[in-house]
C-alpha cells in the first residue's frame, strides 16, 4: 500500500516561511496528481495546492501568491513552500496523491497522516 509521510510542520512566527515535505512509499507504483489540503477544528479539509504530473499547478485562492507547490518525480516526493505566514494558516496539512501499482488499472487517493503547523502573531 503506499504511504505518504509529510514532515515540516511546527511553530512559527507571522511572517516567517516553512517547508513542508511528504514522500510516498510501498513499492513501485505511478503517481498522477499531488496535493496538499488543510484542516481546522470543525471545519472541512480545504484544497491549499495541486500539481499534475506534467507541472501544471493550481492554487486556492486564499494562498496565492505565497504559497508554492512543488515536487519530484524522481523522489516521489511533493512540497509545499509557505511564505509570509500568517496565524489563519494555522491548520493540520495533509498530502493527497493519486498512485496506482503496476498491476492496477486504476488510480486510488492516498492521504498522509498530517502535519501540524500553527503561525503565532
Known amino acids: 500500500q503506499v504511504q505518504l509521510v509529510e514532515t515540516g510542520g511546527g511553530v512559527v512566527q507571522a511572517g516567517g516561511s516553512l517547508r513542508l515535505s511528504c514522500v510516498a512509499t510501498?513499492?513501485?507504483?505511478?503517481?498522477?496528481?499531488m496535493a496538499w489540503y488543510r484542516q481546522t477544528p470543525g471545519k472541512q479539509r480545504e484544497l491549499v495546492a495541486r500539481?499534475?504530473?506534467?507541472?501544471?499547478?493550481n492554487y486556492a485562492d486564499s494562498v496565492k501568491g505565497r504559497y508554492t507547490i512543488s515536487r519530484d518525480n524522481g523522489r516521489n516526493t511533493v512540497y509545499l513552500q509557505i511564505n509570509s505566514l500568517k496565524p489563519e494558516d494555522t491548520a493540520v496539512y495533509y498530502c493527497?496523491?493519486?498512485?496506482?501499482?503496476?498491476?492496477?488499472?486504476?488510480?486510488?487517493?492516498?492521504w498522509g497522516q498530517g502535519t501540524q503547523v500553527t503561525v503565532s502573531p
Open positions: 500539481i499534475t504530473s506534467d507541472g501544471s499547478t
Open positions: 493527497n496523491a493519486n498512485a496506482k501499482y503496476y498491476y492496477e488499472s486504476v488510480y486510488r487517493s492516498y
Open positions: 510501498g513499492g513501485i507504483f505511478s503517481i498522477s496528481g
